[in-house]
C-alpha cells in the first residue's frame, strides 16, 4: 500500500494490523478512514474527526492485546497436543513391547520383568519432525543416558520381534498399525532415571558417576533376572551392544534398519545390497535408526 495513492482500506474493505505497531501507517489511515464514516453516521455527536481517530486506535490497542492472548492460547493448546500424542505413542511403545514379550514362551520370564520393571517411564521419548523420511513423518529418539546397553538391546529385540509377527505365511504383511519411523539422535531426554530397578538395568558408568545422594534416591535393586539375550533370538533380531550391530546372520553390519524397521507399504523384495530377514528392507538407502 502506497500512502500517496489514497486511504489504505475503505469502509466497504475495512482492515487494521495487528501484528505491527498500534500507530503503523496503516492503523492511522484506517482511523481515519473510520472517523470519517463514524460522523457521517452519528452527525448528532459533537465529535472532532482526531478525537474518534485517537479512540479508534485505543480501540486497535485492545485487539492486539486481546489477537496476542489468542496467539499464546493457540500455541500452548498446539504444546499440549504435541505433548498428549508423544505420550500416546509412548504408552503404544510400551503395550506393544510388553505384548510381544508374552508371545514368546522361551524368553518370557526374562522379557516380561524387563519391560515392566521400565513402564511406561522407561520406555523412550520421542520429538516429530514432519520433514519425513520419503514422506513420512519421522520421529528423534530421546536418548535415556542412564538405561543400560543390555537393556537397550532388549528392548530393540522385542521391537524385530514385533514386526516378525506382522508377517504371516509366505512373508505376508498382516493388517494393523506399523510402527512409527524412529531414528537415532543426539537429543537426551530430560527425565530423571526410573528409581527402584535392578542395578544392571542402569548404565555401568552413570550409575558410577552419580553421588551417593542420587543413588539413595534410586534405591537401586539387586539382580532379578539375567539379562544375557538366548542365541537363537539373536538371529530373530539386529541389536545393539557396545555400539556394534550384528544382524540376524552373526554377520557385522552398519545397518541397524536392515533388520529392524519395515512398513508394509515398502516392497516386498529383497535388498539387493543385504541378505536380510525382512523383505524390502530398504538397507540400500538406511541410516543408522533404532526403536
Request: proline share 4%.
Amino acid at each position: 500500500w502506497d500512502p500517496r495513492h489514497g486511504p489504505c482500506c475503505t469502509v466497504d474493505d475495512f482492515s487494521v494490523d495487528l501484528q505491527g505497531y498500534t500507530r503503523s501507517e496503516w492503523n492511522r489511515s484506517a482511523a481515519q478512514v473510520f472517523a470519517v464514516e463514524y460522523l457521517r453516521r452519528y452527525k448528532g455527536d459533537n465529535y472532532t474527526l482526531e478525537f474518534v481517530a485517537e479512540a479508534w486506535l485505543t480501540r486497535v490497542a485492545g485487539m492486539k492485546a486481546q489477537f496476542k492472548n489468542l496467539q499464546q492460547d493457540k500455541a500452548i493448546r498446539k504444546d499440549r497436543k504435541a505433548l498428549h500424542r508423544r505420550r500416546q505413542r509412548k504408552q503404544e511403545l510400551y503395550a506393544c513391547r510388553l505384548d510381544t514379550a508374552y508371545q514368546y514362551a522361551e524368553i518370557k520370564d526374562q522379557a516380561v520383568p524387563v519391560v515392566q520393571s521400565l513402564g511406561l517411564d522407561g520406555m523412550s521419548s520421542d520429538e516429530s519432525d514432519h520433514e519425513g523420511h520419503d514422506g513420512e513423518a519421522t520421529y528423534h529418539i530421546l536418548d535415556k543416558d542412564w538405561r543400560s546397553q543390555h537393556i537397550t538391546a532388549w528392548l530393540r529385540m522385542l521391537d524385530a520381534l514385533h514386526l516378525r509377527l506382522q508377517y504371516s505365511g509366505e512373508w505376508q504383511a498382516t493388517s494393523g498399525a506399523w510402527p512409527h519411523f524412529r531414528t537415532s539422535s543426539l537429543r537426551e531426554s530430560v527425565r530423571p532415571a526410573v528409581g527402584e530397578l535392578p542395578t544392571d538395568f542402569y548404565s555401568h558408568n552413570w550409575y558410577q558417576a552419580q553421588s551417593s545422594f542420587v543413588k539413595g534416591q534410586l534405591k537401586a535393586t539387586k539382580p532379578r533376572v539375567s539379562l544375557v539375550i538366548p542365541a537363537e533370538y539373536l538371529k530373530s533380531a539386529s541389536i545393539v551392544i557396545s555400539g556394534l550391530t550384528t544382524d540376524l546372520h552373526g554377520m557385522s553390519t552398519g545397518c541397524l534398519n536392515s533388520t529392524i524397521y519395515q512398513t508394509a507399504r515398502w516392497s516386498a523384495v529383497k535388498c539387493p545390497n543385504h541378505i536380510c530377514y525382512y523383505p524390502g528392507c530398504r538397507a540400500c538407502v538406511c541410516s543408522p535408526r533404532r526403536f
